[in-house]
C-alpha cells in the first residue's frame, strides 16, 4: 500500500507503525517491498492463498522470501 508514496509520507507511517507497535498492537502489512519487511517481527509468504513459511525477522532473506514463493515452480 506504500508504493508511489513520497518518501517522507512512508517515513512517518513507518514511524507510527513502530510506536503503536511498541505500545503492544499488532499490524498485517501487506508488501512486495523488501525494504518494508525491517518492520516487522514475523513475515509470512503466501503462495496460491496459503501461507509457505513463517519467518522471523533475524533469519529474513530474500532468498528465503524467493525459494518459499517459488521453490516448487522448477
Not at 38 to 55: E, P, Q, S, T, W
Request: a negative charge; one cysteine or more.
Amino acid at each position: 500500500p506504500m508504493r508511489g508514496v513520497d518518501i517522507g509520507t512512508k517515513l512517518e507511517v513507518y514511524d507510527l507503525v513502530r510506536e503503536e507497535a511498541a505500545r503492544g498492537r499488532t499490524f498485517l502489512w501487506y508488501t512486495t517491498e523488501t525494504e518494508e519487511l525491517d518492520n516487522c517481527d514475523h513475515i509470512y509468504v503466501f503462495k496460491n492463498g496459503r501461507i509457505v513459511a513463517n519467518l522471523r525477522r533475524d533469519e529474513l532473506t530474500e532468498e528465503k522470501i524467493i525459494q518459499s514463493s517459488f521453490g516448487d515452480a522448477a
